[in-house]
């Protein structure tokens, strides 16, 4: 692991970040809107990038994920809460970093080190997570890129410990509604479709149902 903790920028958040700082230029140095993501612009790493939603202060669920993160969990991870990848008590200290991620804004990093035991071998990774606007301009939404030494996950699933964290606020004005909760009707306009429609190895959709209507002159 300390060959890996040596690498302070991994491939992948490297790109993330030099990414969205580009897309944050582009807005006049605002936040970027979700709709901006462009999965080509990622393409060498959309294995290890998620899309994470607010759904309360310090708490946010994935919305999209790469297939590194499911093959950590063994399971599909998209819907279940971002602190389902972390320990119960790693979830201490995830709690107040989702909290800045979205309300201060902020850029959040971390070092995380997989749980050991029986067939799960122990390995570090590396998270960044950076805010986004939704639709109506709030930061509901954020991206993140996961990496780690590219070592055989073992038994799942596999959950996180956080070794280390960093914080950096952007001065930037953050509104919110009186309730304090984005609107979910985000999840069917511009904003959902911009990244997950060309992004179809991130994701595994199921068969759908077709309603066929028959013609006049079938009847």
């Not at 309300?103 to 998270?127: K, L, N, W």
């Not at 914080?167 to 511009?190: E, K, L, M, S």
Request: proline fraction near 9%; charged fraction near 25%; hydrophobic fraction near 40%.
């Amino acid at each position: 692991m300390s060959r890996f903790r040596q690498d302070k920028r991994a491939p992948a958040l490297r790109l993330l970040d030099a990414y969205w700082t580009d897309l944050r230029a582009q807005a006049g140095g605002d936040v970027p809107t979700r709709s901006a993501l462009d999965p080509r612009g990622l393409e060498t790493v959309l294995d290890r990038i998620f899309i994470l939603e607010r759904i309360a202060p310090g708490f946010a669920r994935i919305r999209l994920s790469g297939m590194r993160l499911n093959l950590l969990t063994g399971m599909e991870v998209r819907g279940l809460p971002f602190s389902a990848l972390f320990t119960p008590a790693a979830r201490q200290t995830l709690a107040p970093l989702v909290t800045r991620l979205f309300s201060d804004p902020a850029r959040i990093e971390m070092t995380i080190e997989a749980e050991t035991g029986p067939g799960r071998p122990g390995f570090a990774g590396q998270v960044l997570l950076l805010p986004l606007r939704d639709n109506r301009g709030l930061i509901s939404r954020a991206v993140g890129a996961y990496a780690d030494t590219g070592a055989d996950p073992g038994r799942t699933p596999r959950r996180f410990a956080i070794s280390s964290d960093t914080a950096c606020c952007f001065d930037i004005a953050v509104t919110w509604p009186a309730d304090g909760r984005a609107d979910r009707a985000n999840d069917t306009g511009p904003d959902h479709r911009a990244f997950a429609e060309e992004a179809e190895p991130l994701l595994r959709p199921g068969p759908r149902l077709r309603v066929v209507h028959p013609r006049k002159d079938d009847a």
